[in-house]
């Protein structure tokens, strides 16, 4: 994990507008076409869900600017994230 150093941090201002919110998260949609993530996962016998996890992650894992996080008034970069997902249950409750 490494500390960003927000006096050359090209997106401090963007840091600055975000640490003032009571939360500041940010969520985004957007379609993506997993039809070769499907048609492999059935090849290979996997879950399609458990598939999804995996390439989540690991493209979450890719990009440094995902694995920041906003800790008191610093923002760091960790190594690596570990994701969580929440999947729906039979009876109409989260696992």
Same mark, same amino acid.
């Given at each position: 994990?490494?500390?960003?150093?927000?006096?050359?941090?090209?997106?401090?201002?963007?840091?600055? @507008?975000?640490?003032?919110?009571? &939360?500041?998260?940010?969520?985004?949609? $957007?379609?993506?076409? #997993?039809?070769? =993530?499907?048609?492999?996962?059935?090849?290979?016998? @996997?879950?399609?869900?458990?598939? &999804?996890?995996?390439?989540?992650?690991? $493209?979450?894992?890719? #990009?440094?600017? =995902?694995?920041?996080?906003?800790?008191?008034?610093?923002?760091?970069?960790?190594?690596?994230?570990?994701?969580?997902?929440?999947? $729906?249950g039979p009876d109409e409750t989260f696992l």
């Amino acid at each position: 994990m490494r500390t960003i150093d927000p006096a050359h941090w090209p997106r401090r201002p963007h840091f600055e @507008l975000f640490r003032s919110y009571e &939360l500041p998260h940010l969520a985004v949609t $957007a379609p993506v076409d #997993v039809t070769g =993530l499907k048609t492999a996962a059935a090849r290979h016998a @996997l879950s399609l869900f458990h598939a &999804l996890v995996w390439a989540t992650t690991r $493209a979450a894992n890719e #990009v440094p600017e =995902l694995r920041r996080r906003i800790r008191g008034e610093t923002v760091v970069e960790h190594d690596v994230v570990h994701p969580s997902f929440t999947a $729906a249950g039979p009876d109409e409750t989260f696992l």
